[in-house]
C-alpha cells in the first residue's frame, strides 16, 4: 500500500502562483508519478507527469507555465503553477504508477483562481 498525501491547494487571484506538495510512503523515484486535476462536472484530466528517469509531459493547457518536480530527500512531488487562470480551478489529485504494486491516488486539494 502507498499513501500520497497532498496539499498546497489556496484561493490566489488569476496571474498568481501556486506550488503542490505530494509526500509519498514509498520512494516516488521508482515509479512514474502525476498530477490530475478535476473541474465541477467534468472528468479528471492527467495534467502533468514525470517518469522514474525523469521525462516529464504536461497538458497543452499547463505547458509553459506548471513544472512538475521531485525532491529525493523528502519523497515529495511537486506542482509549481505559475500565470494561474480562472481555468485552472479545480479539485488536483497526486497520481502514483508503480510496476507490480500498481495505481495510487490522494485525496486531492482545490486550487480555485478567481478572476
Known amino acids: 500500500q502507498v499513501q500520497l498525501v497532498e496539499s498546497g491547494g489556496d484561493l490566489v487571484q488569476a496571474g498568481g502562483s501556486l506550488r503542490l506538495s505530494c509526500a509519498a510512503s514509498?520512494?516516488?523515484?521508482?515509479?512514474?508519478m502525476a498530477w490530475y486535476r478535476q473541474a465541477p462536472g467534468k472528468q479528471r484530466d492527467l495534467v502533468a507527469s514525470?517518469?522514474?528517469?525523469?521525462?516529464?509531459n504536461y497538458s497543452d493547457a499547463v505547458k509553459g507555465r506548471f513544472t512538475i518536480s521531485r525532491d529525493m530527500f523528502i519523497n515529495t512531488l511537486h506542482l509549481q503553477m505559475n500565470s494561474l487562470k480562472p481555468e485552472d480551478t479545480a479539485i488536483y489529485y497526486c497520481?502514483?504508477?508503480?510496476?507490480?504494486?500498481?495505481?495510487?491516488w490522494g485525496q486531492g486539494t482545490q486550487v480555485t483562481v478567481s478572476s
Open positions: 497520481n502514483a504508477e508503480f510496476k507490480n504494486l500498481g495505481i495510487y
Open positions: 514509498r520512494n516516488i523515484f521508482t515509479g512514474t
Open positions: 514525470i517518469t522514474d528517469v525523469g521525462i516529464t
